[in-house]
């Protein structure tokens, strides 16, 4: 027996991982930056504590699935093939558990149940997806849990003389191993508050009744599933973004969503053909009769399930219900974030799903029963037919999710007005330096969604790079116009008529970029003053933003603020250490406040974060070849330095030239300081630069008489 059910396991496993490879060898999709590449918690031993113990440290409170994703970027780094892996293998696992489960209810065709839940293209977006770890990892402590609470549940416990049934010592620990599986899926993700529910359906199925001792067990469940659910429901309000005018649908339009949804995800069992990564979004209106349909046959489906349970049994009425209940917290009765762009999706129904499956089996495993002799080779037969069917569309859809290019082109050619598609696409394509392409489907997004921030926000910097300003700062603009700044640090989050949250940054982060870039605008148009209102709203809006305390810092800077611009020099370095340019700037400014040594520290800082940046080689070099401390001077270093700063400009640069003229005249090499002089004057003036050319003849004299050239004290 234990050998024929190996046989069965490594099958299951078997089709799986075949089914799947082509998602193994996928990349890192949408919100895999959020979840893995991006995700600051997986780096250190502090990260694993923030994830557990601080809520906003990651999308989502499932302090388990990203301590895997924290043990994997310690075994693998940033290789995606151990995140698919890890993904596949769960779901295999899920298929076994499944079957046990089944086997365990003495469900018809418990295997191939498994098999079908193994293998259903359905649950490609859950696998191949490996930001949906939440899903795979869920379902193993979702059906373990389900496991154990059967071995004490089913058993009879029927209370004798008026006292509760017997907990003898291995019921307690199957009933502690319960919650304790139970908690660790809520930690994976809190759909699985629904397992009470289940559990009282599956011991009414089984027993034929619910008494109230199946009551009391299941209230420290319900207790445990409502905290997690809570904690969601808030992070995916006030974290995520989901809430304002998008959400806002009255109770009707909730239960017609539900009811459409409820068909939606059955149909796609059945049928699985269209499958995309953003199904259409419908629109809902209470005034429209039809869209009542959906709700009502649902309702009149269990109506009548529930009549004929004593001719037909409980079991179909159950695996509907199941089904439906799994399904509650995502059709629509709570706010959450993926309905901006579609009511619908593959993942939702990912351990729903198991009930329409475990009920299609066991409705043809006893309808060849009926066959006879023939029923064992007609449901070998239908079997493999059926499994070798999935197989290849799992195999298939597994390509769709090779790459975010590969798995937005599929989007848009099924479903060409996803706004997130198009706007995404577009900035691969910007990535690639493909701006025309880019623009067609920044364009698109916003026909399809007016409204979309993101949208606005990438066409005008794409607009910037075009060097069109005016154009661009209509569509900045848009982008600060669609949420409207309400003072003191806070923004009116509820009157967002767009997306925000996570299309891939913070809605403040947008606001705060759209600011910055408005700023950059009117400061190129050399209207500083009016640009500084902008770096200084950015800051407001995005206080963490290191950009816009850099901009705002250079602006104060430049208007002769020394103190408050080394502020926020020194701001933008606390939240971004790496920023190069906030070092070389805070080094300069440093300087010039006599802070000499701590100035050099941070111009070498930015020289070594970005090698092959002129800037603060040639800024380095000339503080060393002509600052008034004879104790900063260092003529050799210079040379080098300025040499290769003229090598990364290709000598090109009268400033870089004058720098290089200066560290020659301070080791002494004065010949050479005068030639590189001589060049740099002729540069200024072919380039026009006269005032330049002018200040540079100055310091030529001086080297004509070998005296180096000396910053004033």
């Known amino acids: 027996m234990i050998r024929r059910d190996a046989v069965w396991v490594v099958l299951i496993v078997m089709m799986t991982l075949t089914a799947y490879l082509p998602s193994l060898r996928g990349d890192f999709l949408w919100d895999d930056d959020a979840y893995v590449t991006k995700n600051k918690t997986l780096r250190d031993a502090d990260g694993l504590r923030r994830i557990w113990f601080e809520l906003g440290a990651v999308p989502q409170y499932y302090p388990l699935v990203h301590t895997t994703f924290w043990l994997e970027y ?246 509907i219900l199941l089904f439906a209940g799994t399904l509650a917290p995502a059709l629509g009765f709570f706010n959450v974030f993926p309905h901006v762009f579609s009511y619908v999706a593959d993942h939702f129904q990912y351990l729903a799903s198991t009930g329409l499956i475990a009920l299609f089996a066991a409705v043809c495993a006893r309808a060849l029963q009926r066959l006879g002799p023939w029923a064992e080779r007609a449901r070998s037969c239908g079997c493999v037919g059926v499994l070798a069917v999935l197989w290849t569309l799992t195999w298939r859809q597994g390509h769709v999710y090779a790459d975010v290019e590969t798995l937005w082109r599929d989007t848009l050619a099924k479903n060409p ?55 661009a700062m209509v569509h900045l603009e848009e982008v600060l116009r669609s949420l409207p700044d309400s003072g003191a640090g806070r923004t009116r989050r509820d009157e967002a008529p767009g997306p925000w949250g996570s299309l891939d940054k913070s809605y403040a982060d947008y606001l705060a970029d759209a600011a910055c870039n408005l700023g950059a605008v009117l400061d190129r148009k050399g209207r500083l003053d009016e640009a500084m209102v902008y770096y200084a709203r950015a800051v407001r809006l995005s206080p963490h933003h290191a950009d816009a305390h850099y901009n705002l810092g250079q602006g104060l800077d430049r208007q002769g603020r020394l103190d408050p611009a080394i502020s926020h020099y020194t701001e933008a370095l606390r939240f971004d250490p790496r920023h190069a340019k906030a070092h070389n700037n805070l080094g300069l400014a440093l300087v010039r406040r006599g802070r000499v040594q701590e100035g050099i520290v941070h111009c070498r800082e930015a020289s070594a974060l970005e090698p092959n940046w002129p800037e603060p080689l040639n800024n380095l070099a000339w503080l060393l070849a002509t600052h008034h401390e004879p104790s900063v001077r260092d003529g050799g270093r210079a040379i080098s330095l300025a040499n290769r700063a003229c090598e990364l400009t290709r000598y090109e640069r009268p400033d870089v030239l004058d720098t290089l003229a200066a560290a020659y005249a301070e080791a002494g090499r004065f010949s050479e300081a005068r030639a590189w002089a001589s060049k740099a004057i002729d540069l200024a003036i072919r380039s026009g630069q006269e005032a330049l050319a002018s200040q540079i003849r100055a310091r030529l004299k001086l080297y004509e008489s070998s005296k180096a050239f000396h910053e004033p004290p």
Not at 140 to 167: E, H, I, T
Not at 424 to 445: T, W, Y
């Open 417 to 471: 007005n996803a706004f997130l598609a198009h706007n995404n696409l577009g900035l691969i394509l910007m990535s690639r330096d493909k701006p025309d392409e880019a623009m067609v489907h920044f364009k698109e997004a916003l026909r399809s969604f007016p409204h979309l921030a993101p949208g606005h926000f990438n066409l005008g910097l794409l607009l910037m790079r075009q060097d069109k300003p005016d154009e």
């Open 74 to 319: 310690h075994l693998w780094g940033l290789r995606p093939l151990g995140y698919h892996l890890t993904n596949v293998l769960l779901h295999a696992v899920n298929a076994v558990l499944l079957w046990f489960l089944l086997r365990r209810l003495s469900v018809p065709g418990s295997w191939a149940a498994a098999a079908l839940f193994a293998l259903h293209p359905v649950h490609v977006e859950s696998v191949a997806w490996i930001t949906e770890r939440k899903n795979v990892l869920s379902g193993a402590f979702y059906f373990s849990s389900v496991l154990a609470y059967l071995g004490f549940c089913l058993p009879d416990d029927r209370p004798q003389k008026g006292r509760g049934p017997s907990m003898g010592k291995g019921r307690r620990r199957a009933y502690a191993l319960t919650m304790g599986l139970y908690l660790g899926a809520l930690w994976s993700k809190t759909v699985t508050a629904t397992l009470p529910m289940a559990l009282l359906l599956v011991t009414w199925w089984k027993r034929g009744r619910i008494d109230r001792w199946d009551v009391l067990r299941s209230v420290p469940l319900v207790a445990m599933g409502a905290v997690f659910g809570f904690i969601t429901a808030w992070m995916e309000r006030d974290h995520v973004g989901a809430r304002g005018s998008l959400w806002d649908l009255s109770i009707v339009e909730r239960c017609l969503v539900a009811g459409r949804a409820l068909w939606f995800y059955a149909g796609k069992l059945v049928w699985p053909h269209p499958l995309t990564f953003i199904y259409p979004r419908w629109e809902v209106d209470a005034t429209v009769w039809w869209q009542y349909l959906y709700p009502l046959a649902a309702l009149t489906a269990i109506a009548v399930l529930w009549a004929v349970r004593d001719r037909i049994g409980k079991g179909p009425l159950v695996a």
